[in-house]
């Protein structure tokens, strides 16, 4: 499978508990982006990164939240102390190339803060 | 600020009839701009890009572009109930960032 894989793609966490969110880019692919999505809403930009660096977090909240794609393995998006409001389904996408600008997304991962 | 803009709808339209989505982005120095079809409960998927000013055809889609206006636009010919789904608008403002619209909804009824 060439996609993009995310994992979970169903996650449950108490209040306090620390969420991990991993993506695989596709095959290829050095860019990798998060973003947040609210039942009835449109995508909310959190972070861009290419391999072992950051490049853009300006959409992610300064606490809590963290991110990483390091040289080797997936991409990570660590939420630690999850509140209810981070309830959301957050997906994953990666690009090859820059500035043609076809991102190719993951199915998402759904996290639920009870 | 970076800002895509749509409206939110929802937007019906009979089978068969032309739907039209619209979109306005803050930054004028963009240079590629691209729509998103995303079913309830999944991923989004690409189903156009324009990059240069005028129109493009893609089957029963055609998008739209003029820069000065800082306005694209999607075009859906011939629509079907498959149709039905959120519309999201993505600008690329430069370095790779890419800035979504909160999508349209569009219904087509049969």
């Known amino acids: 499978n060439a996609g993009v894989m995310q994992n979970p793609r169903h996650l449950v966490r108490r209040r306090g508990q620390e969420a991990r969110l991993r993506c695989s880019p596709m095959?290829?692919?050095?860019?990798v982006y998060w973003y947040r999505q609210l039942p009835e809403e449109g995508l909310k930009f959190m972070v861009y990164l290419q391999k072992e660096n950051i490049i853009d977090e300006s959409g992610m909240p300064k606490e809590r939240f963290s991110a990483e794609f390091p040289k080797e393995g997936p991409s990570i998006l660590r939420i630690q102390q999850v509140v209810r409001g981070d309830s959301a389904a957050y997906f994953c996408?990666?690009?090859?190339?820059?500035?043609?600008?076809?991102?190719?997304f993951g199915e998402g991962s759904r996290l639920t803060v009870l | 600020q970076k800002e895509v803009e749509q409206n939110s709808g929802p937007l019906s339209v009979p089978e068969g009839a032309i739907a039209s989505l619209n979109c306005t982005y803050s930054?004028?120095?963009?240079?590629?701009f691209f729509w998103y079809r995303q079913y309830s409960g999944k991923s989004p998927e690409l189903i156009m890009f324009i990059y240069s000013n005028g129109d493009k055809e893609d089957g029963r889609f055609t998008a739209q572009l003029n820069k000065a206006s800082q306005y694209v636009s999607l075009l859906i010919r011939d629509s079907q109930p498959s149709d039905s789904a959120t519309y999201l608008c993505a600008v690329n403002m430069g370095g790779n960032q890419f800035y979504f619209g909160t999508g349209t909804s569009l219904t087509v009824i049969p």
């Open positions: 095959k290829g692919h050095s860019h």
């Open positions: 996408a990666s690009s090859g190339t820059l500035n043609t600008g076809e991102l190719f």
């Open positions: 930054d004028r120095g963009s240079q590629s």
